[in-house]
């Protein structure tokens, strides 16, 4: 390579970088919501849970950059709803 092209090839990934850097915070902490229709008792309910935690986190999402809010009605209808308000109140992520 030579002089000049390596000096090109240089400068454009210095151009580009600051759009990389910026294109992602990296201290920003995604948030999720989800409501499931069992009591946090239920151990079943406990491990879907723990199963979609682990899924996330082989994608790269950890306890450091999302927090994941359960709630947990179960039947309750009324509470149910009130826990859904809730959730949307805490403004969670949308895709």
Request: charged share 30%; proline share 4%; aromatic share 6%.
């Amino acid at each position: 390579m030579r002089r000049r092209e390596f000096i090109a090839l240089l400068g454009g990934a210095a151009a580009g970088w600051p759009i990389v850097v910026h294109a992602q915070p990296l201290d920003r902490v995604r948030r999720i919501g989800v409501l499931m229709a069992n009591r946090e008792s239920d151990q079943e309910g406990q491990l879907r849970v723990e199963v979609f935690r682990l899924s996330l986190e082989k994608l790269g999402w950890t306890r450091h950059n999302i927090r994941i809010e359960v709630r947990w009605p179960g039947a309750d209808f009324d509470q149910a709803k009130a826990d859904a308000a809730e959730l949307l109140r805490n403004a969670p992520d949308r895709a």
